[in-house]
């Protein structure tokens, strides 16, 4: 019988995972689990999505305020530096931050605007209208933004971001500086150490700094890159990707070991089932908010260990454009005969075929990673593994 079901995305229940848990048996157990129980059988081409928080617990990846902020104090000698483009997030970077006031004398805290890299506002483009401002040069002290602007408290969370960020460096006994600017480069007027704090243009910051004379300059991914005072470590992207765990220690994305996890659970399930799935390690998604303009990918990559069926983009024909244009006389049976033809014969390389145009041109693991983020949620379902059926499927299975 013909299939009448496409995509599923299945949120999978676990233990709550703790350090040293053999995660690869876990995950397995509860997803053949969650089949027994539910009456549903693996596949071939499943994808079987770990969200990142997990495989990192496993790891023990925890690093506490402590020595955020003795490694930032090695690396940019614990002086006067400038902070500069964080996201603000009391999740993603606060707990962060008071490591890095804890391992500098002063901060000048360098924010664009009016809104984050990520698209957290911290004014609106209406104001800089009225104001006359041109965020791309125009320089603003705090207190001119707040003499322009005033309080603005975040849409969702209620925080004014510029008194937060500045009271978590001064109860660290630092001295903070605010400052409001768009180019890299400003915060050489302040201080030529530098802590660069952008997650996607990180690497061409970093170059405008160091070709503007900067002395220092730093990533969040240059710090705890190593094993310090036996806490965990990301030897790629340090800080980056990491979530706050209790108020005075971060969970850090995971070690580029858990390459290891997705092959070792990719092979099990074979070996128990027959069926070759593919396996993903997932963290945020890749999309946009449109009521609060937020992009959700505040980590540096949306899956940072997959296995090799996961590498690419789609390679589909739009079934919209076919029926309209090539085939737009046929109708019923012949139609549906006449595109199924088309899907079969297709070539493995659509860029630049008009047929597929309106396709997603993404990668396959910020597709389904994002799926599978919707999926989870980041709250209390406590699904923190997903079972994608049916994604690689199409109108002729």
């Known amino acids: 019988m013909e299939r009448k079901v496409g995509t599923v995305s299945r949120g999978v229940r676990c233990p709550i995972i703790r350090e040293n848990d053999d995660l690869a048996k876990i995950v397995v157990e509860s997803v053949m689990d969650a089949a027994q129980s539910e009456g549903f059988e693996l596949r071939d081409r499943d994808v079987i999505s770990i969200t990142e928080s997990i495989v990192a617990r496993s790891q023990g990846n925890y690093v506490s305020v402590d020595t955020i902020a003795a490694d930032v104090k090695a690396k940019l000698g614990g002086e006067t530096i400038g902070v500069i483009f964080p996201i603000l997030s009391r999740n993603r970077f606060a707990i962060c931050l008071k490591g890095i006031a804890a391992g500098a004398k002063k901060v000048v805290l360098m924010l664009s605007y009016p809104s984050d890299e990520v698209g957290n506002e911290l004014v609106s483009l209406d104001k800089l209208d009225e104001a006359g401002i041109n965020p791309y040069s125009d320089v603003l ?4 933004y707040r003499e322009l602007f005033g309080e603005n408290k975040h849409e969702f969370t209620g925080v004014d971001y510029v008194d937060y960020y500045s ?14 600017a768009n180019q890299a480069k400003t915060i050489l007027n302040y201080t030529d150490c530098v802590l ?3 997650i996607h243009t990180r690497a061409r910051t970093k170059r405008i700094l160091k070709a503007a004379g900067a002395k220092v300059v730093c990533g969040l991914d240059d710090i705890v890159t190593s094993i310090i005072n036996g806490e965990g470590y990301n030897e790629k992207y340090g800080l980056l990707g990491s979530n706050k765990s209790t108020e005075d220690t971060v969970k850090l994305f995971p070690r580029e070991e858990c390459k290891q996890l997705v092959l070792d659970i990719q092979k099990t399930i074979m070996d128990k089932t027959g069926k070759h799935v593919e396996v993903m390690v997932y963290g945020d998604g890749a999309f946009k908010d449109p009521q609060g303009k937020i992009w959700e990918l505040a980590d540096p990559c949306v899956s940072p260990a997959y296995t090799d069926g996961l590498i690419g983009t789609p390679n589909e024909l739009k079934l919209k454009y076919l029926a ?6 046929l109708s019923g049976e012949a139609l549906k005969e006449a595109i199924s033809k088309s899907i079969r014969e297709k070539d493995n390389n659509l860029v630049g075929n008009m047929a597929s145009q309106g396709t997603t041109p993404r990668q396959l693991t910020d597709l389904i990673g994002s799926l599978c983020d919707l999926t989870s949620g980041s709250g209390d379902k406590g699904t923190p593994v997903v079972l994608v059926q049916g994604y690689f499927d199409n109108y002729t299975n």
Do not use: P, Q, W, Y
């Open 196 to 198: 660069t704090c952008d």
């Open 141 to 144: 002290s705090l207190e001119k």
């Open 324 to 329: 309209d244009n090539d085939f737009k006389e």
């Open 167 to 180: 009271n978590i460096i001064t109860s660290a006994g630092t001295e903070v500086e605010v400052i409001f």
